[in-house]
């Protein structure tokens, strides 16, 4: 984060400190059928939660059906066990000209650190039995995200297929451990064809790894998205549907979920204006405010999916609706703390500069930067480019409509690319993007998955004059683009040090440096009776040339600790002041025990860093405080996080 100085007389001001500590602790074959009914394009779903999935499927026959599911280790020559769980199906009747009729059931109650097996039907008509696995419940993980398949969009559905399912096998066999693939949208390339969804849905990767489904605008006009592709916590509300019918033969809705530390929002971009008849982009804004303001709390980073990418580079650039959202999105997506936005529709990828209320946040970023620093406001938006290689935008040229807003105008810093975008790549050669979800940040890289060779439809089919990719110097797993995005820890303003900078002759404090999260680490098991870790503040740097050599001091408190709906007391944490760089007149203060020593309150009331009397010299100073951090035995497996706030008093 950025830091920045403050100014004191005879007042008080505040800064304050993230702190982060964890607590941690396909198979079988088909039986015989008795039921007539064909299963049939079953796929797994990302749930509520990470202890959910949603398995949708069809079915020929409009019976009762559901999902059984037991720990693989459980299976006896692929035969389940008599204590296998049981889900429920729910569904009907397919509104699409395949027929048959859509089941899914919710999975809840997995265990972390399981690898399960499922299959679906009834009793004696199982489909083929498939596996998945959970990894922990808490902490870092990856998800890859992925751009327009549209499988069926060069016109040649098995090339299409093969890119698709290339990639998948590329990605997933160099991150195996991925534990969610979110899609972009546009699964196919006409609503309801379902020879084209049946080659999406072919590839066993998605039976062994939840898909976050995304409605592209080649999704929308049928049911095939909706009754091929559940998703939690949907809102099917009619201003979220183009036409504001539901009910109608089109997809639509928006919907939540929350994996581990990111709170995910995915939008129907499809609905953006209130002529269509639906409630337009006001009606998207209204439903991430309150999705942020229920459950914002309960993550660590804010992520936004939708398929209309508004800073994108290609053929899609200037599109009049993608102008209409990208003035009505950017401003409520800065001020609700959004961290990440990933879209696709335009077949190319691109990175966009930092964008804070619908212009470039800081006008010195440079073009690629390896790092960035969004500060409060501050989004990342992403475009993926192809995932299955069925078709390819070339990036287009900026024009003399601005550098904000609507514009379309050329980067100063880069005068081949739109104002919005940092990177902006085409080659001809599918990717896919990984992201890395990490406790004080996000890594977000553009790989390739394949390369001008097949499967590669849209080359091979000559649908593209060219190709430019060396496989030697550019080969499958090479990185396009890579960014690491260092956010406030916090919500909106909540680390940020809001005062103006010290002035010659006056009392000032700064946090010495960047003002990252201070993380304590995975606390250490003390025999049962509680955990304990350690660490070090960021240092406090004060300064003092005035006249009259006040008496000046330094105190702090912490709040409560917290994960989600898990907390502990602040005052389980206590310090050790110290003197770091002296100067200024210095003094520390005394140590605070954890309350698990004393029984005190610790830090979570105000306690001193630091001191001066009256007349002490004028220069500078650096404080600093070893943390020690001692909780309960009873504590539940989480990471949790606190706020210190830093307060300066001088007269």
């Known amino acids: 984060m950025q830091h920045r100085t403050s100014r004191v007389a005879a007042a008080a001001t505040a800064a304050l400190l993230g702190l982060a500590v ?33 398995v949708t499927w069809y079915s020929s026959a409009d019976t009762a059906q559901k999902v059984q599911l037991a720990p693989t280790a459980s299976l006896a020559g692929g035969d389940f066990p008599a204590s296998a769980a049981t889900f429920a199906a729910l569904g009907g009747a397919n509104i699409a000209t395949s027929g048959g009729f859509n089941r899914h059931a919710t999975i809840t109650g997995l265990q972390e650190h399981t690898a399960y097996s499922y299959r679906v039907g009834t009793e004696g008509n199982w489909s083929p039995t498939y596996a998945f696995k959970t990894q922990d419940f808490e902490g870092d993980y990856d998800f890859l995200f992925y751009g327009d398949p549209q499988i069926g969009s060069s016109g040649d559905l098995a090339k299409d297929q093969a890119g698709w399912a290339d990639t998948l096998d590329v990605s997933l066999a160099a991150n195996p451990n ?11 390339e006409t609503a309801n064809t379902e020879t084209q969804w049946n080659a999406f849905l072919a590839p066993d990767k998605l039976r062994q790894y939840p898909w ?4 592209g ?3 929308v006009g049928g049911k095939a998205y909706e009754q091929h592709l559940f998703t939690p916590n949907t809102d ?8 504001g019918q539901p009910a109608s033969n089109t997809s639509g809705g928006d919907y939540w979920y929350i994996y581990k530390d990111v709170l995910f929002i995915d939008l129907n971009s499809n609905s953006y204006a209130t002529a269509q008849g639906g409630g337009g982009d006001a009606a998207h804004l209204a439903y991430v405010t309150d999705v942020i303001n229920q459950h914002g709390a309960e993550a660590k980073w804010k992520v936004l999916v939708y398929h209309h990418a508004i800073y994108s580079p290609a053929d899609h650039a200037k599109d009049g609706d993608n102008k209409v959202r990208r003035v009505d999105f ?10 990440l936005v990933l879209q696709g529709h335009d077949h190319s990828y691109s990175r966009s500069y930092l964008i804070k209320n619908g212009q470039k946040a800081d006008a010195n970023e440079q073009p690629g930067a390896p790092d960035v620093y969004p500060g409060p406001g501050g989004v990342l938006y992403v475009t993926g480019n192809s995932a299955s290689g069925s078709k390819y935008y070339d990036i287009t040229t900026p024009d003399n409509s601005g550098t904000s807003g609507a514009g379309n105008g050329a980067d100063p810093l880069n005068p081949s690319n739109y104002w919005y975008n940092s990177v902006q790549n085409q080659e001809h050669v599918r990717s896919y993007v990984k992201v890395e979800v990490r406790n004080d940040r996000l890594v977000v890289q553009n790989l390739r998955s394949g390369t001008c060779a097949a499967p590669n439809a ?3 089919l000559r649908k593209v004059a060219w190709c430019n990719n060396t496989a030697a110097d550019q080969p499958v797993g090479s990185v396009v683009d890579k960014v690491t995005v260092h956010p406030y820890q916090g919500d909106g303003q909540q680390v940020q040090v809001n005062v103006p900078t010290g002035a010659p002759g006056e009392f000032g404090w700064t946090i010495d440096g960047y003002n990252g999260l201070v993380d304590l680490g995975t606390a250490q098991d003390r025999n049962g009776d509680y955990f304990q870790a350690s660490g070090h503040i960021n240092p406090i740097v004060v300064s003092d040339s005035r006249r009259s050599l006040a008496p000046w001091s330094i105190s702090a408190s912490v709040s409560d600790f917290r994960d989600g709906g898990k907390t502990f007391s602040g005052a389980y944490l206590g310090w050790t002041p110290k003197i770091l760089a002296p100067g200024v007149g210095a003094q520390a203060s005394g140590p605070v025990a954890s309350a698990w020593d004393d029984q005190g309150g610790g830090l979570a009331v105000s306690r001193g860093l630091g001191w001066a009397n009256q007349g002490h010299p004028k220069g500078t100073a650096q404080l600093g405080a070893d943390l020690d951090l001692k909780i309960p035995g009873t504590a539940e497996k989480g990471d949790y996080r606190a706020t210190l706030t830093i307060t300066a008093l001088s007269s």
Do not use: W
């Open 458 to 460: 849209a080359v091979e």
């Open 22 to 54: 964890a607590l941690g602790s396909g198979l079988g074959s088909q039986a015989a059928a008795a039921d007539p009914a064909a299963l049939t394009g079953i796929i797994l779903g990302v749930g509520a939660n990470e202890s959910q999935r949603i």
């Open 217 to 219: 605008n080649h999704d």
């Open 236 to 243: 099917r509300s009619a201003g979220l549907y183009a036409n």
């Open 212 to 215: 976050a489904a995304t409605i």
């Open 330 to 339: 950017p401003t409520a997506f800065s001020n609700l703390g959004v961290d």
């Open 178 to 188: 991925a534990e969610l693939l979110v899609s972009g949208g546009d699964q196919v």
